[in-house]
């Protein structure tokens, strides 16, 4: 998996939702579909785009573009013919953000490991099929890639993902594993022999890790909280600059650090 979302094939289409599901809302699920459908860096997308992303037809890909632009939530650019997010898709996230007492606790602790392994420390939950970071403290040597409140990561392909993947309840982790099968076939089976790692990694060492599989430049350590926090599971997750050979170093100096810290925010949460 890489950053892009693909709901172009993600599990089951709304119609099919809603004929399960007599109150499950098949429109407003396709409007948000539209909302997901940027990928990091892009700043405008066409009626083509969205039609390619979600799987919806042209037809009704022009109607919700419609409707979201006069609600302000996508911003209609009429020379290019192609629509810029607007405002409004904030603001949802805000009370999402402040209501997490979790970030307010884990900052402190996240900067003070940034700065001593050189990197990034970032804390992340599951969105679908991949991870959103919600917060993240950055050291004084940036990384080529900085992490950053919102970013998506896959699941498959970097160690928070198989943190996350390991370190929930078989009854949450099997349907998103069925679904990632289904989604990303090719993807998993690349995968596969590294998730297995992953999970062994988990058991023994206490932490997962990205050998710079995702990103060409960085390595990274993944340990989940033992326990949900307000029904969410979270995963925090250091990255540090990846540089040839160093791989063997970095997981003994990083690793353990990630633990100590998550060991240290259960603690202050009361999970432990």
Known sequence: MN?????????????AEESKDRQFAATLANGIDILLAYRPGEAMLGNRDFVQRTGLSKSTVARLT?????????????????????????APGYPL????????VARPLMKALADEVGGAVSLGLR???QMVYVETALSTDRLVVSPDIG??????????????????????REPVLNRLRLQEPDAYRRTEAALAQA?????????CSNRAEWRHDVFAFAVPLCKPVDSQWFVVNSGVRARPGTFQTEQKRVGPRVVTLVRELEERLGLR
């Open 127 to 129: 969105d679908r099929t």
């Open 151 to 172: 970013a998506a990561l896959p699941m498959l392909t970097t160690a928070i993902g198989r943190a996350w993947l390991w370190g929930v309840p078989p009854t949450l």
């Open 97 to 104: 953000l402040a209501g997490m007492q979790i970030r307010q």
């Open 66 to 90: 419609h409707t979201l632009s006069l609600l302000g939530y996508l911003r209609h650019d009429r020379e290019l013919g192609k629509y810029r997010l607007g405002a409004p898709v904030l």
């Open 3 to 15: 950053t892009d979302r693909t709901h172009a094939v993600n599990a089951t289409p709304a119609a």
């Open 199 to 207: 999970r062994r990694d988990l058991q023994t060492r206490g932490y």
